[in-house]
Nanobody, 123 residues
């Protein structure tokens, strides 16, 4: 089992920045692929970014490329999502997720989830 707890969400003006964190506990988190997803009100949960177990490979949805950066610190069992140049359309609940095995981009293929943290970007 892996337990995930997100933090760092909040209200920010367009163009601002936020850094989300995901603290993991339980089994060896360093062996898991980690990802961030988001879900806006009334919409499906969508993939945002993913990072390999070692942290050496990352992948992003096109809409956040160049603005968001996913990283991890396996010594501290944490995953971060640095979000810059935020836009109102980035407003959503953001979820940290983990899975054994390689990259996947759909939420159904992730085994463990946090409770989510709300990000609201005002125009």
């Amino acid at each position: 089992q892996v337990q995930l707890v997100e933090s760092g969400g909040g209200l920010v003006q367009a163009g601002g920045s936020l850094r989300l964190s995901c603290a993991a506990s339980g089994r060896t988190f360093s062996t898991y692929t980690a990802g961030w997803f988001r879900q806006a009100s009334g919409k499906e949960r969508e993939f945002v970014a993913t990072i390999s177990a070692s942290g050496g490979i990352t992948y992003y949805v096109d809409s956040v490329k160049g603005r968001f950066t996913i990283s991890r610190d396996n010594a501290k069992n944490t995953v971060h999502l640095e979000m810059n140049s935020l836009k109102p359309e980035d407003t959503a609940a953001y979820y940290c997720a983990a899975r054994s095995g390689g990259f996947r981009y759909t939420s159904s293929e992730y085994d463990y989830w946090g409770q989510g943290t709300q990000v609201t970007v005002s125009s």
